[in-house]
């Protein structure tokens, strides 16, 4: 389901716009965007972060690989993010494993606005926030935590996801062709749905589309 918010402002926007500029289209846009909640009813709340940051003077967003040897969703892609400990909000969590994973700081200041909550089928449900690392962030990727790190631009993430079919589920999976791979949901989602509100202008809803069977645990 979608409906339109903000006109896009096109690709060369994102590849030589300038930054005080491109701060203000995500703020703009994502005021405008009514995110859905969703009710914990036993799960745990976690937040994930969508950083927008640059390389090169074109922007993007921050992307991970987790390890191999992690106990949750090894090898998986990811964003930064976790769980949200006691006492915090989306926000901090998210601000703070930004931290913890990649070694950037950013300004509560510098959230610019989230997306819809996302359940997952292990048993959380994800709060996605949007926030501005500035240009050209330096990072110190947790060798614990990030595999490997992935810097995937603005219109990269406009492209067209897939959508198959498994006997365990109605809902579609969703896959994002990205990094040579496939990223599926929740991150695929979460992705997805940037893309739709901050970059196309559009109210896309992604809580209907599945994950693989490999991620429900």
Not at 12 to 26: K, L, N, Q, V, Y
Not at 96 to 117: I, K, S
Not at 135 to 146: I, K, S
């Amino acid at each position: 389901m979608s409906g339109d918010t903000q006109a896009n402002p096109g690709s060369r926007f994102w590849e030589s716009g300038d930054p005080e500029s491109i701060r203000a289209t995500i703020v703009a846009t994502l005021d405008t965007f009514d995110h859905h909640t969703a009710e914990l009813n036993g799960a745990r709340a976690a937040a994930v972060v969508l950083a927008v940051t640059s390389r090169d003077g074109e922007y993007g967003i921050w992307l991970t690989r987790r390890p191999s040897r992690m106990r949750e969703h090894p090898g998986q892609f990811a964003l930064p993010g976790g769980r949200i400990d006691e006492g915090e909000d989306y926000a901090t969590a998210a601000l703070r494993e930004l931290h913890e994973e990649l070694g950037v700081d950013v300004d509560r200041a510098d959230v610019l606005g989230r997306l819809d909550d996302y359940v997952t089928r292990s048993g959380y449900v994800i709060t996605p926030i949007v926030c501005w690392a500035g240009p050209d962030r330096e990072t110190n990727p947790n060798p614990g935590e990030v595999a490997r790190l992935f810097f995937i631009p603005m219109n990269d993430l406009q492209v067209t996801p897939r959508f198959i079919a498994i006997p365990e589920s109605e809902r579609p999976v969703i896959q994002m062709p990205l990094v040579g791979s496939l990223i599926h949901a929740p991150t695929g989602a979460v992705m997805h749905q940037f893309a739709e509100v901050v970059l196309s202008g559009r109210s896309t809803r992604v809580a209907d589309f599945e994950q693989p069977v490999f991620a429900w645990r």
